[in-house]
């Protein structure tokens, strides 16, 4: 006698209602999978660029202005990038977070319009005591789905997005109250502790999170009351709900923290020099035109020092690398000391340093002079050669003279010694 495989189920557990809804999401998810699955191997068409659009458009009397849609795709995409960048000004913590707040939450609200579609649908077909419910779930679902969409695509900030998805979560609890309201199962109590036990997180800042926790907490004790529920454990899992979500959200920001400072630390490592201290070329970079706008302001030239250490490799051979280390430092340390408050002071190559700064000819001289006398005065030779210094300095107009064109006249200045 042959025996079948797999599992043998009874009758009446393939008749049950959880049994039917199971069976419905097996389905819905093998068709999707189905669809994706042929997507991919049919030709779509290449996608028409605008310009070609607008002149077809303009055919049939349709004016487009290309370039202010142009513009307006520029500018979506800046707000959604300029949440990541972590510029000299900007917080690196309220930069990241306000990354992912742009990125996640018309994703959330999206994915969340469409989890409640595919439950209303589900209900819909085996269980037609709420097949009105069904609908008004199913409205409200695509209604999440257009506002997700439309988060993704618009230009709001940071800020607003995370009371709109504060809105939309007491939204869900409300209208689940409804539901709760008009009879329906105890399956609304636990759809409103899933979205307060999970919607702070998403919003990444205390003030919509508070706010949208106190009123959920309150849908939520009218919901239970109008329900008839007496179990007091009900009442108090809205409160711990919320609470954990708190909870959620300051771990969640704590991480965040962590990953500002290590994007802090990360940051000076590549524009500050390991061995010296001072700035980096690509440290000093970015400073140059504020520099050279404070020079022009004051009505100063533009000043370039370079120092260079013409024997360091013979010393490090006569002493050691470490000892080649110390003397670069030492080196920066008193071009520091020395130079004018607000210099910029970077290690420019090996064994060059630059000093960049504005001010009169002869402030200058007089800077050079004591720079050049502080490196002479170190005392680091330990009775072998000594360090042997190169130094001088060009000025030219901000406003004309590029700072490639100075360090290039350095250069060449010190090549001619």
């Known amino acids: 006698m042959m025996l079948p495989n797999g599992i043998v189920f009874s009758q009446d557990v393939l008749a049950a209602t959880w049994f039917q809804v199971l069976a419905a999401a097996v389905a ?202 007496t179990d007091i454990r009900w009442f108090l899992a809205g409160p711990i709900a919320v609470g954990c979500s708190l909870i959620l959200l300051k771990l969640r920001l704590i991480t965040v923290a962590t990953l500002a400072d290590d994007r802090v630390a990360m940051q000076k490592l590549a524009t500050t020099d390991a061995v010296t201290g001072v700035l980096t070329r690509r440290g000093l970079t970015p400073l140059i035109p504020s520099l050279a706008g404070s020079a022009h302001r004051v009505e100063q030239p533009v000043q370039v020092t370079v120092l260079r250490v013409d024997n360091v490799d013979q010393l490090a051979e006569s002493y050691s690398p470490k000892y080649r280390d110390e003397l670069l430092s030492a080196v920066a340390d008193s071009a520091r000391r020395t130079s004018n408050l607000g210099d910029l002071i970077a290690r420019w190559d090996s064994n060059t340093f630059l000093i960049l700064g504005f001010g009169t000819d002869e402030a200058e001289r007089e800077k050079l002079d004591r720079v050049v006398t502080a490196i002479g005065e170190l005392e680091l030779t330990l009775g072998k050669e000594s360090p042997q210094i190169s130094a001088t300095s060009v000025s030219g107009d901000p406003m004309s003279d590029t700072f490639d064109s100075l360090v290039m006249a350095a250069e060449n200045s010190l090549s001619s010694v």
């Open 28 to 229: 819905f998810n093998s068709l999707v999978f189905l669809g994706m699955t042929v997507a991919k191997l049919i030709p779509w068409p290449q996608q028409f660029h605008p310009d070609w659009v607008a002149q077809r458009l303009a055919i049939v009397g349709v004016k487009i202005n290309v370039e202010n849609s142009k513009s307006e795709i520029r500018k979506r995409q800046k707000t959604q990038i300029s949440g990541g960048s972590l510029s000299h000004e900007e917080d690196p913590f309220n930069a990241i977070r306000d990354a992912i707040i742009i990125r996640d939450i018309p994703w959330v609200i999206s994915v969340s319009g469409i989890l409640a579609g595919l439950l209303s649908f589900a209900e819909f077909l085996f269980l037609s005591d709420t097949a009105e419910d069904s609908i008004f779930q199913f409205t409200e679902a695509v209604l999440w789905l257009i506002l997700g969409i439309w988060l993704g695509r618009s230009s709001v900030g940071a800020t607003a997005r995370s009371w709109i998805w504060a809105v939309v979560a007491a939204a869900q609890v409300e209208s689940l109250a409804l539901l709760a309201s008009r009879g329906v199962d105890e399956v609304v109590f636990t759809t409103s502790l899933i979205i307060m036990s999970v919607y702070a997180p998403l919003t990444m800042r205390w003030r919509p999170a508070i706010a949208g926790g106190l009123v959920m907490t309150v849908i939520y004790v009218i919901e239970a009351l109008s329900y008839g529920i």
